[in-house]
């Protein structure tokens, strides 16, 4: 099993920044692609950034390029999503998610292991 628990979310204004922290524990999760993700409610939840950890390429949705930034502590299974500019349609419940396969995909429904979600605000 691996655990998976967010946090850092919050209220801001836009334009301002937050840091996203996910703690991985359980299996090595060495092979596994991680990634994250958002949800508001009434729409499907949305990927963000994901990463292979053997790999160093970083797959970045459109609508976060150059205000986002994903990176890993290697010894302590520790995520960060460094989130800048923020705007008010990055309004979200952010998920961090695992899945057990080293390449990367955009589609939820491929990651089997979910934290429970921080919710992040920008007002306007």
């Known amino acids: 099993q691996v655990q998976l628990v967010e946090s850092g979310g919050g209220l801001v204004q836009a334009g301002g920044s937050l840091r996203l922290t996910c703690a991985a524990s359980g299996r090595n999760l060495t092979p596994y692609a991680m990634g994250w993700f958002r949800q508001v409610p009434g729409k499907e939840r949305e990927f963000v950034v994901g990463?292979?950890?053997?790999?160093?390429?970083?797959l970045y949705a459109d609508a976060v390029k150059g205000r986002f930034t994903f990176s890993r502590m290697n010894n302590n299974n520790t995520l960060y999503l460094q989130m800048n500019s923020l705007k008010p349609e990055d309004t979200a419940v952010y998920f961090c998610?695992?899945?057990?396969?080293?390449?990367?995909?955009?589609?939820?429904?491929?990651?089997?292991?979910w934290g429970q979600g921080t919710q992040v605000t920008v007002s306007s």
């Open positions: 990463k292979n950890w053997r790999e160093s390429s970083l």
């Open positions: 998610a695992a899945r057990t396969s080293v390449e990367v995909t955009t589609s939820p429904s491929t990651y089997r292991f």
